[in-house]
């Protein structure tokens, strides 16, 4: 039974009541009028007694089969919600695997061992919609990092950005071996001589580059500067540290290679 069905019925119910009850009160009137007929009131009473109590149960019963089957509606719609929230869930995880494939097939695509780092930097940018980025390894002998390749940055910058392992939000994230989500300014005690650079970025990423349990260097990923209001996501970290385990299996192959050709 559905809810008009309920109510149709209570509807009913109400107006025989009402009927009844005024074709009782014309009918006492009309004894009360007419002598010798009063011994029928005891009677006509009662029997409206019963009636209103038979009234009261069904109201009761419809009220209890009406909330019955608001809850079972509340339900179903909460039912309903839960099954398109794992939809959205599932299709957003698709979208995930989806864009980390693209990513990874662009760097794979890469047959020149001198391209790599730019492919990576460029798949990465595309990967988390970001405007800027570079790809920094690691000079051992000299313990800085140096940028291999870069997006947004000038070449002033590129030249003169190598980042002693340790200082900088970079070096940290080198020495420290852990991915990292900014937004805003820079204020962190962890982050020695950070160096503030004029335009504010509204949100950035940096996660290590590891080869072999080893750190190798870092990717870093930002939104533009005109872009105020955007965020980077707990999410978008997971997905840049994700390609980026791929990313550094694809640096490492490309210096094997680049020695077996030196050795050629």
Not at 128 to 148: F, P, Q, T, Y
Not at 197 to 212: E, G, H, T, W
């Amino acid at each position: 039974m559905d809810l008009r069905k309920i109510e149709q019925k209570r509807t009913e119910l109400l107006f025989i009541a009402l009927l009844l009850i005024v074709i009782f009160s014309t009918t006492v009137i009309v004894l009360a009028v007419l002598e010798g007929r009063g011994q029928l009131i005891p009677g006509l009473g009662i029997l409206s007694i019963l009636f209103c109590l038979y009234v009261i149960q069904r109201e009761r019963r419809l009220k209890r089969d009406r909330m019955e089957l608001v809850e079972a509606i509340i339900q179903k719609e909460r039912d309903l919600r839960s099954a398109q929230g794992k939809v959205e869930s599932l299709g957003g995880k698709l979208q995930e695997i989806a864009a980390l494939y693209r990513a990874i097939s662009t760097v794979n695509a890469n047959r020149v061992p001198e391209k790599t780092y730019e492919a990576i930097i460029h798949a990465a940018l595309d990967l988390v919609d970001a405007k800027n980025g570079s790809v920094m390894l690691i000079d051992r002998k000299r313990g800085v990092l140096e940028i291999a390749a870069a997006v947004g940055l000038t070449e002033e910058v590129i030249q003169s950005a190598a980042q002693p392992l340790g200082e900088g939000v970079a070096g940290w994230v080198a020495a420290q071996g852990e991915p990292l989500l900014l937004a805003g300014r820079v204020q962190d005690e962890r982050f020695r001589r950070f160096v503030v650079r004029d335009d504010k970025i509204p949100s950035a990423m940096c996660v290590p580059l590891q080869a072999a349990g080893e750190t190798i260097g870092v990717l870093n990923v930002s939104v533009g500067a005109e872009e105020i209001g955007r965020h980077f996501t707990e999410q978008d970290l997971r997905l840049i540290s994700i390609f980026s385990n791929h990313a550094s299996m694809a640096i490492e192959n490309a210096r094997l290679k680049a020695a077996v050709r030196a050795l050629a």
